[in-house]
């Protein structure tokens, strides 16, 4: 099929601008070279890694696509943000060399900084150059031979479309937004559904579609044909495709990344500017997020059963879940930081909850879990079970995920099987979610069991935190907490930061964690909040190139100035007003640092208490990764309906 | 089983019936601490249970989204404290559906009028799951969204909300009226063959036309299967 499909299109590739293609090593590295291909047409060249070969068939995809998808279609929204064009004057001159002050900084590579490019803006243009040919040198390693980047300026097809590309202002922030409930019913070959800023697919190795993020998976199917026509081509030469740039610099740029797991393909179409590290991340929690409900298990013995088994069919009615993650995860930085936030608490009343926790066990309760809007109040964990796999913030972004997405009726007691991906892919555990509070349903309890019966057991646990919460007043107490401004600091050009630890005690067993204060003005629109998070991400995708890391990163926008730095203790991303000079920065990151730490027992839940509900020690043996039973996954009814 | 209660269908609700008589046959345990009566709501995804719950538990109609695993609710009801589980119809979840009946007392089979389907799946998915309620279950049989079927719900509406809380939708956003998929006769026959599943007798259960319902979780109408009439949802006070 792909090779017709090659035939068919042959032409349109000479027709359209000229394909490259090349290995790189990393995905952010490629993203920048797509980036530099983008802005002249031949720079690519010089990357040179050298697979020349596959592009032509990639491309002519990569147009149908575009025609059918509109992945290339005119850049929603860089176009909207006009500030981007000027930056590059004014970041200049303040990015020119690192901080020169404090330890680390010395040797993050210097003049690369300045250019600062917002991910949402054609000043990346003048920043890529530069960073191509910085990649470009550090590139030459194939570290994978089996995958490959493709990088395609699909000019053509972008015209084909003719499509105006300004005043997309809305839509480029719409996903950010409260998402409109008629998604499933959009029509897909309507322009505002090509114009989302990020498109997530999941179809099965067959091609049948699974999930689309927006409009209805049926009426694209056959636009998923052709994303398993690209993976399988490739495949066929004992090859990967990784991603496929496209779009007119400036104008219209789409990274579209695929992912393979198991038999499930995930493509993401997006033009939000991340990496493609950041997008394929992402890929993995939506993917993950199918495995906390089928398990990995049954979803690998259902395709090997039935080749075309149409998964929605299970599936069906979890839309809103993975809609409701991808929401999450355009807007809360938790999954960029792959942290945890937790919501600043009183060390001694989160004690006191953590207590009444410890006290209502029943065997096989293996986690207990205190939210309050949508942040972690405390978590306490069995023992011999964590002994053995540590609970993982990815994990637990899923849980958060679901109690979302879950809470239609929340005066009930919902019971419910869950697989924790990162903890174990295979096994269900079983989730007991019920609000504390109704009917305001702020605070979440949430009880993980490894028995599928014991219900009413856990049930009666949540009834003793109940009445421990009750004598304490804890409730009263938990509502009056709220997470913080960053005027609090004491640093007067702070507006907002993130700071990450890593030199928790007891590091190794620990929820990573991260803090952060509320976004407040100039952020507390929609759109400048995900206009802050794009600066976050593109600091990010600087600070963890695969290629090229950083250690500190000091950009100047146009308006705002952010400084990121990581070192072997913390990641810390901060953003300062405009006018703070690079002295004044370090200054008060001295200040924040000293502030943190002075917190950060109200900031962090520093010491994850523990209990001990088997009594029985052989049971912590039971399969290598700890929890539940695997014969649960089996148990599961999938089989049966084969 | 012995008690059985001659209820005026017409009067209240059909619930209440399968409620009145299964808490007599039960036990009249500690209040609150344990429920003295188990009932389960089963069917397809999307037919509606959630709703129709959340209608009985707190007299509205609201879009609800799938529910997850199952959902529990404890029910006071007079001296009795009922426990109820709302369960998802998706096949994921099948493998739990065992455990939400074991030791259920009443089972509601829900299924969409406008569905076939959703009938057909009663007997073929759902049917088994009561292997483990009682033996003595009683069932009744639910043809949730009538209103998408019959215009009647709307001449109705107006003179039976006894409670004085408005229907949350008004008519003219109900849906373009759908063709009736599943006859009343289907759900009845269906109620024959589940008695004759569970080995019940089909004399000294309740009658299928008490059993059998077409219902609006939306508009809060009910018809029995034995009438035309409609009945106003009344459920016993909260």
Redesign the interface.
Not at chain 2, 64 to 73: K, L, M, V
Not at chain 2, 90 to 95: A, L, N, T
């Given at each position: 099929m792909e090779e017709e499909h090659q035939d068919r299109e042959q032409p349109e590739i000479v027709r359209c601008s000229e394909p490259q293609s090349h290995c790189s090593p990393d995905d952010t590295d490629s993203l920048k070279a797509a980036a530099t291909i983008t802005l002249d047409n031949t720079s690519p060249a010089e990357q040179g890694c050298g697979t020349e070969d596959p592009p032509p068939c990639k491309l002519d995809a990569l147009q149908e696509i575009s025609s059918t998808n509109g992945p290339s279609e005119p850049e929603p929204e860089p176009e909207p943000e006009p500030e981007p064009q000027p930056q590059p004057q004014p970041q200049g001159p303040g990015g020119e060399g690192p901080l020169e002050a404090s330890s680390d900084q010395g040797k993050v590579g210097a003049g690369e900084e300045n250019g600062p490019s917002e991910p949402e803006g054609p000043a990346v243009e003048d920043d890529q150059p530069e960073n191509a040919s910085d990649s470009a040198s550090t590139d030459n390693t194939l570290e994978d031979s089996s995958e490959f980047v493709v990088t395609v300026l699909a000019r053509g097809s972008l015209e084909d479309q003719g499509e105006g590309p300004s005043s997309e202002l809305s839509e480029a922030s719409s996903p950010a937004q409260a998402p409109a409930p008629s998604h499933r019913d959009e029509d897909v070959t309507a322009e505002s559904w090509r114009r989302h800023r990020k498109h997530v697919f999941v179809l099965s190795e067959a091609g049948k579609p699974i999930y689309s993020r927006y409009g209805n998976e049926e009426a694209l199917s056959s636009t998923m044909g052709v994303m398993m026509a690209l993976v399988s081509f490739v495949q066929s030469g004992d090859n990967t495709i990784r991603s496929i740039y496209s779009g007119e610099h400036g104008t219209d740029e789409h990274t579209v990344v695929f992912m393979q797991q198991g038999p499930l393909v995930l493509v993401s179409v997006s033009c939000s500017r991340q990496s493609e590290q950041q997008l394929r991340s992402e890929l993995l929690y939506v993917y993950n997020q199918i495995v906390s409900m089928l398990t990995q298990a049954s979803i690998n013995r259902i395709f090997e059963r039935k080749k075309n088994y149409d998964l929605r069919r299970l599936l069906a009615g979890s839309e809103k879940i993975l809609d409701g993650l991808l929401n999450l995860v355009d807007s809360d930085p938790s999954f960029l930081l792959s942290a945890v936030h937790c919501l600043p608490l009183a060390s001694s009343l989160r004690d006191s909850l953590s207590q009444i926790l410890q006290k209502a066990i029943t065997p096989n309760l293996v986690f207990s879990i205190l939210i309050a809007k949508n942040q972690l109040l405390t978590i306490v964990q069995e023992k011999t079970v964590i002994e053995d796999a540590r609970l993982e913030p990815a994990d637990l972004h899923l849980l958060l995920n679901l109690i979302g997405a879950s809470s239609a009726f929340q005066a009930g007691e919902i019971w419910t099987p869950i697989c924790l991906p990162l903890f174990n892919p295979d096994c269900y555990f079983y989730a007991y979610i019920s609000y504390l509070d109704p009917p305001d349903c702020t605070v979440c309890l949430l009880l993980l069991s490894t028995d599928k019966e014991a219900f009413y057991a856990v049930a009666d646990c949540k009834r003793k935190i109940d009445e421990g919460m009750r004598t304490q007043n804890a409730l009263r107490a938990i509502a009056k907490a709220q997470s913080y401004s960053a005027s609090q600091v004491g640093v007067s050009d702070l507006r907002h930061f993130m700071y990450k630890p890593f030199d928790v005690p007891d590091n190794h067993r620990q929820l990573t964690q991260f803090t952060s204060p509320e976004m407040e003005a100039p952020y507390s629109s929609e759109e400048e909040r995900t206009r802050l998070l794009d600066l976050y991400r593109y600091m990010h995708s600087r600070i963890h190139s695969n290629s090229r890391p950083l250690k500190l990163i000091y950009h100047v926008a146009e308006r705002e100035t952010l400084l990121a730095w990581v070192t072997s203790k913390f990641e810390l991303y901060t953003c300062f007003s405009p006018l703070v000079t690079k002295a004044s920065a370090i200054n008060a990151i001295t200040k924040l640092l000293r502030w943190i730490k002075k917190e950060e027992d109200r900031l962090f839940i520093r010491n994850p208490p523990k209990y001990s509900t088997t009594p029985n020690p052989s049971k912590s043996s039971r399969g290598g990764k700890g929890g539940p039973d695997r014969q649960d996954t089996t148990d599961n009814g999938f089989l049966s309906l084969l | 089983m012995k008690v059985k209660y001659n209820i005026d269908i017409v009067a209240s609700s059909p619930l209440r019936v399968i409620k009145r008589r299964v808490s007599r046959a039960m036990p009249d345990s500690g209040k609150m601490k344990k429920p003295d009566v188990k009932l389960v709501i089963l069917g397809d995804?999307?037919v509606g249970k959630?709703s129709l719950?959340?209608r009985y538990?707190?007299r509205k109609f609201k879009e609800?989204?799938?529910?997850?695993?199952?959902?529990?609710?404890l029910k006071q009801w007079g001296p009795y404290t009922i426990s109820i589980w709302?369960t998802?119809?998706?096949?994921?979840?099948?493998?739990?559906?065992s455990?939400y009946c074991r030791g259920a007392s009443a089972v509601i089979l829900t299924y969409d009028v406008t569905n076939w389907q959703s009938l057909a799946e009663l007997e073929e998915r759902f049917l088994s799951l009561t292997d483990t309620a009682k033996d003595d279950c009683i069932f009744a049989i639910v043809g949730n969204k009538a209103d998408l079927t019959d215009p009647k719900v709307l001449e109705v509406e107006p003179e039976e909300e006894g409670t004085g809380q408005p229907p949350v939708c008004s008519p003219p956003t109900v849906s373009p009226i759908v063709r009736k998929q599943v006859q009343r006769e289907e759900a009845i026959a269906l109620y024959g063959r589940i008695l004759r599943y569970k080995l019940q007798d089909e004399r000294s259960s309740l009658p299928a036309e008490r059993m059998c319902f077409e219902t609006s979780a939306k508009t809060a109408t009910m018809w029995t299967c034995c009438s035309r009439h409609c009945l106003t949802w009344s459920f016993p006070p909260s």
């Open positions: - | 995804m999307n959630t719950l959340h538990m707190e609800t989204i799938s529910t997850i695993g199952g959902a529990f609710f709302d998802a119809g998706r096949e994921q979840f099948h493998g739990l559906g455990m």
